[in-house]
């Protein structure tokens, strides 16, 4: 027998880092050069346009995401959610954007030295959003095929909380972002580099967190299948 195509009556999906699988674009101007120079993802120093493609691109990964998975649930199912984010309408936060700002700070410092050229970091964006609760529920509203139930945010520490002699917070942060992020870096920016980045991502994470108490936004939604 054919199984339906809507048969669970209950979802849970953390999305972790990418809810596309491609950086937004528009990101160059009309001939071909980059528009975020010397950055990787959204930062305070951005155009207006650059932050209008991000979102954008959200909107319709999401949108997408939302429109395939109310296929594979019945009416009244639940689905939750669980993603990064932010808790301000201004998307350069520092507590959505700033670890991507190091990022890019210790990408430009072996530019700065001559270990890598600064047009493979002008040329490189980050597939990455984190929205704010507000944005989310426009796009599921507008979307159609659920409901808002319930929804939250809370925070973590970005290096989970743990306090262990053996490293620095910043080595602890860096070596946890590299279990993610070293597959995408490394196809851009090729392996050689990837050992000396991470260990000048940890000083810059370490200078930053004795200085700031900047945490990571995690937003959960629950849903019901209209």
């Given at each position: 027998m054919k199984r339906p195509k809507s048969h669970s009556d209950i979802c849970f999906d953390r999305l972790l880092l990418l809810l596309g699988c491609k950086a937004p674009v528009g990101l160059e101007d009309g001939s071909g050069r980059a528009l975020n120079k010397g950055k990787i993802y959204i930062s305070k120093s951005s155009p207006e346009c650059v932050l209008d493609a991000y979102s954008q691109q959200f909107n319709n990964d999401f949108s997408s995401f939302i429109a395939c998975r109310s296929h594979e649930m019945v009416t009244g199912g639940r689905m939750v959610l669980s993603f990064m984010g932010r808790t301000t309408i201004?998307?350069?936060?520092?507590?959505?954007?700033?670890?991507?700002?190091?990022?890019?700070?210790?990408?430009?410092?072996?530019?700065?030295?001559?270990?890598?050229?600064?047009?493979?970091?002008?040329?490189?964006?980050?597939?990455?959003?984190?929205?704010?609760?507000?944005?989310?529920?426009?796009?599921?509203?507008?979307?159609?095929?659920?409901?808002?139930?319930?929804?939250?945010?809370c925070e973590i520490e970005w290096d989970g909380g743990m306090e262990l002699q053996s490293d620095s917070r910043g080595e602890r942060v860096s070596r946890t972002l590299r279990a993610v992020l070293e597959p995408m870096l490394e196809s851009h920016f090729?392996?050689?580099?990837?050992?000396?980045?991470?260990?000048?991502?940890?000083?810059?994470?370490?200078?930053?967190?004795?200085?700031?108490?900047?945490?990571?936004i995690n937003l959960v939604v629950s849903l019901v299948k209209l």
């Open positions: 201004d998307p350069t936060s520092d507590h959505s954007c700033y670890q991507w700002e190091l990022l890019a700070r210790s990408l430009m410092s072996m530019v700065s030295q001559g270990l890598l050229e600064e047009e493979k970091v002008d040329c490189f964006d980050a597939p990455y959003y984190a929205p704010c609760m507000e944005e989310v529920k426009k796009v599921i509203e507008k979307e159609g095929s659920f409901m808002v139930e319930e929804h939250d945010a090729g392996p050689h580099i990837m050992d000396e980045l991470f260990r000048r991502f940890g000083q810059h994470v370490e200078e930053h967190l004795s200085n700031n108490d900047t945490k990571y």
